[in-house]
């Protein structure tokens, strides 16, 4: 380790404590991108982070306003260190929805320290490994008298949870700004605690509305029922015919492209330390797991298609009675994809099918809410081997490659605009719970993650 | 018709405007006796009936606490007509929610005159119905110095919406106190505009909830999907074994006991003014009706069993994307009973078979939220000649005799614990969107209604 280095590591040591109130401070603004109501915290938090950026010492530094209309980019850079690489640092500073909020022990918004957690909306997803790089590179600053060892450019966005369609534009028309050598990414999880991980694979998705329409009003059932069409019966009906009882996919062609994992592969996830009833019980919490037969949980949720359902408004939902016949009612369904399934055709399958299967007397209409592609990274390179052997000195112990059962999904822009590799270093844990009450971020691994990206980047520039 | 009958109906037509202002005073109060944030207001409701009932000069008028800890009954008689019947005036002040609320052209509880009708939530169901007799009565205390053609007593309760649990109790614990000859009831509708109706027959109901719980927690679907099992997919594959596309329903035993209408009541029934197709594209609207085969819309909806799903609260069900497998979703479920189905009887083969068909990895419990009894009542009697005769005075046809599809629990009641014959003579309109935006009352009919009122008490009482 280089003197720098390890000046930069003390340095972060040193200011544990305000790197986490600092964060804090950026937990506590609910920048919830899905909601309208809350894009003004939206653009706040990009704010936030922006000043951050200038205070460290970055470059060129400004909130950017993407042509389709949604919330800003974060950019920065600082590109004064000659034949060293540039890395990409890729976050995004939007979070999901809190509901429900009374599943909260302590409010979303308000971010509270307990057992070594630090337990807040976007804790972990993905403010919290954002930070790191924004502490990570104030370390280095500090310790490199002003400058950095690699070549770095920060870009955040703040619409990963609806779908990117901001940042994707940007890599699309205005790639050329962002010329690098590697993107750099901290949104995925260690595959168990201590063990540091590199997520080499994610599943790609389409997220879909079914409305369905029946009656041109809400109708009383005593009055109608046995002659008004039920838009929930018939929502019900379209979806035991999109999935089996047994998790089995049913739209024609669903399955035909989809690619399996290389025998190499399969092996080492049989190699994981990974108990299928301690996960049941631990983190699912279910009577059983469910899922395709034939497939373990790793392959079922990293290299395996699904479908889910997320809400169907709609209806009474208040507590009591209303003997109600909506006029309609909607099934926000998505799918996850896996490798060589290709998310425009995969909608175009659904839709003919959803429209083949429409049960008489409604109008059934199906909207693509957003989608992502499925993706694999290449493991042979030299910044995943820096990654291995900085991680290494901060965990003592051998990186694992695993996939990740969700969707980033501007790894595949990085890749596809960009012709990026991508490293996804992420240091969460897989029961931070993430999308749901009681998001938390394990402190020790801030911390840990912090100076394995001092070390990672280092190395990558030396 | 007696001279004290003419002066009732005389003064009536001489404070119309009076009685519209005062049922829109009625309006106002937000009685909805679901929702627990508004008990306030039904009390509200009930003190404003039980102050006017005082005022036109019935006796005993009070609010009647139950013991079953819900909303008050409001009680008033006046009993000093000697060898005349008894007649029980029965209504609910209570109103059913009023979402969705965008879909209301006024808001729900600021009434407004348009076309020659009152919207408001309540207006027809039952508010304005029950202000009728309110206002049949003052016309008959009016013109009889004081007194009334006939005995009566007023019993109005606050929870018809949310299965009558108070007067239930009430009934069956003091009925003594109730003992009348007959229970005249406005809660139906006319079978179509200027077609004076007798409904003798309802059909009962059950209402449910399916709770289906999965996970211990609400999870990310990009990291269990195809492992967790998602509640929303469990409560499809329920709903759509709980009845097929055809409008059958599943249930083992569900049909055993069903009672067809009489050859004679069918015949009559094909005779009704009615077009399906007519029906169909200004009632409903849907681009087609859905139901048994094999059966008319009228018997589909009068004299057949149907089932409903009323709304399927979990998840997330915002504006946008939230990638969430729900810990848990609920299905609320009704069921419409017929003639000689028992509601506690159908209930229990309904739990057992959800038990029977719940799908693996989730948990499925069933709750009965309350039920009624499907009646019908005798059309052989002098009440009911009486009311023909008082109808066709006022509207110069015969009335026809219909069933209804909706649950009035209380006339089971009345007709088990107090062996009373029940008139139902409402004056609603098939169009009056009832339990949905925009309900409405024809004003024309709530001024008719009270003449017919005026004249079936008048007639009642000779």
């Keep these: 380790m280089s003197q720098n280095t390890a000046a930069a590591v003390e340095f972060a040591r040193g200011n544990q404590q305000r790197f986490v109130d600092e964060l804090k401070a950026l937990l506590r ?32 530094v400004s909130l950017v306003e993407t042509a389709t209309g949604g919330h800003p980019l974060v950019y920065g850079d600082w590109l004064h260190k000659e034949n060293a690489p540039t890395v990409l640092c890729y976050g995004h500073y939007d979070v999901q929805p ?17 057992n070594g957690n630090l337990y807040a909306r976007g804790a972990v997803d993905d403010k919290g490994q954002m930070w790191m ?50 993107a750099l990414i901290s949104d995925t999880e260690m595959f168990a605690p201590d063990l540091p991980t590199l997520c080499v694979g994610l599943r790609g998705m389409i997220y879909t509305e079914i409305e369905v329409r029946g009656a041109a009003i809400d109708l009383h059932s005593g ?67 469910t899922g395709e037969a034939g497939y373990s949980v790793l392959e079922r949720t990293w290299a395996r298609p699904t ?94 490659f695993v996939r990740g059962g969700g969707s980033i999904p501007i790894v595949g822009d990085f890749i596809r605009e960009l012709s990026l590799p991508t490293l996804m270093m992420g240091f969460g844990l897989p029961d931070d719970n993430l999308h749901a009450p009681n998001e938390k971020f394990h402190l020790a691994n801030f911390h840990r993650g912090i100076e394995s990206l001092i070390r990672f980047l280092s190395a990558a520039g030396a």
């Design 98 to 114: 809190a509901e429900p909020l009374d599943e909260w022990t302590t409010p979303p918004f308000e971010p509270a320290e307990r």
């Design 307 to 400: 479908l889910d359902v997320h809400g169907m408004p709609g209806g009474f939902i208040g507590a009591g009675a209303k003997t109600v016949i909506p006029a309609k009612a909607v099934a926000k369904i998505s799918m996850r994809l896996v490798p060589k399934q290709v998310p425009a055709e995969v909608f175009e399958q659904y839709k003919s099918f959803v429209a083949s299967i429409a049960p008489r007397g409604v109008d059934v209409s199906v909207r693509l809410i957003h989608s992502a592609e499925p993706i694999v990274v290449s493991t042979d390179n030299q910044f995943v081997k820096a990654a291995v052997e900085a991680m290494h000195e901060v965990f003592a112990t051998d990186t694992v």
């Design 223 to 289: 009055m109608y029922g046995g002659a008004a069409p039920n838009p929930f019966v018939a929502l019900a009906h379209i979806i035991t015919k999109l999935k089996d009882e047994d998790g089995r996919i049913l739209i024609p062609g669903f399955y035909d492209k989809v690619e399996s994992p290389s025998a190499e592969e399969l092996k080492a996830w049989k190699a994981l330390p990974f108990d299928e009833e301690h996960y049941r019980r631990t983190e699912v919490g279910s009577p059983e797991l």
């Design 133 to 182: 790089h924004v502490k990570a590179l104030e370390a280095l600053f500090e310790a490199n008298q002003g400058t950095l060892p690699v070549n770095i450019r920060v870009l955040i966005e703040g619409e990963e949870e609806v779908g990117g369609e901001g940042i994707a534009w940007f890599v699309r028309e205005h790639g050329g700004r962002l010329r690098s050598d590697l």
């Design 29 to 60: 603004i609910p920048s919830i991108s899905t909601l309208p109501e809350h894009a003004g915290d939206v653009r706040r938090a990009a704010e936030f982070i922006a000043s951050e950026l200038r205070r460290i010492g970055l470059e060129n």
